[in-house]
């Protein structure tokens, strides 16, 4: 298949079901070492971010190394699946044992631009690299009930800027990289979630 087919055909699949899942991106060695390097950070460099409406100070994030070799093969592989898009630097993203689940949310406000845009290729999207087993996302696809994606080593989950979702409750620690693939026609409010 080639690149310019493979373009066109995920790009009608997160048009019309408002995500996909790219299988084994990555193996599960360089995820290892790449979570091993990416907790030696959760103490020094994160801060706590949102989950339930009382935070329970078990979810963090912050951002990754400059150069990170697994974060920029990352964006070389969505280059090449979503070029008209910006991948942004992102962020690691922490849970401990006993996080509760986040709202439901969008990461961008959900206009009537920004719904007409996600039916085409220049829509921004959302993106989870899951660096470990037991890593997963709550969604609420369109017109369809909440379901829970479960996700292995090494799959890249990405997703429409409109699609309601919210990182899940966790029995085990987890770690995951987050990114955003911005559109030059639609501003993300940077830091700021819009709760549905």
């Known amino acids: 298949m080639t ?17 996909e ?4 991106v990555f193996d599960e060695d ?9 907790l030696e950070l959760s103490n020094a460099n994160a ?10 100070k078990k979810r963090k994030s912050c951002p990754p190394p400059r150069n990170h070799p697994t974060i920029n093969r990352l964006i070389e592989f969505l280059k090449v699946v979503y070029p008209e898009l910006n991948p ?10 006993g996080c509760k689940e986040q709202q ?5 406000e959900v ?17 989870i690299l899951s660096i470990m087993d037991g890593t997963k996302i709550k969604i609420k696809p369109f017109n369809s ?16 800027a409109d699609l309601v979702h919210a990182g899940c409750a966790y029995d085990k620690e987890n770690v995951r990289f987050h990114l955003y693939l911005d559109s030059n026609d639609v501003k993300r409010v940077k830091n700021r979630t819009f709760i549905v």
């Open 104 to 108: 439901l949310h969008t990461d961008y």
């Open 30 to 38: 360089v995820c290892n070492k790449t979570r091993i390097e990416f």
């Open 145 to 160: 009930d909440v379901q829970i994606i479960n996700l292995g080593v090494g799959d890249v989950f990405v997703f429409r």
């Open 21 to 24: 899942i790219h299988s084994k």
């Open 111 to 127: 206009t009537d631009e920004l719904v007409e845009l996600c039916k085409i290729s220049k829509a921004p999207l959302s993106v």
């Open 3 to 19: 690149t310019k087919k493979l373009k066109v055909e995920l790009a009608d699949v997160v048009s019309t079901q408002g995500y």
């Open 47 to 56: 801060r706590y971010i949102f989950n339930d409406k009382k935070n329970d």
């Open 88 to 97: 942004s630097r992102g962020d690691i993203l922490f849970s401990k044992e």
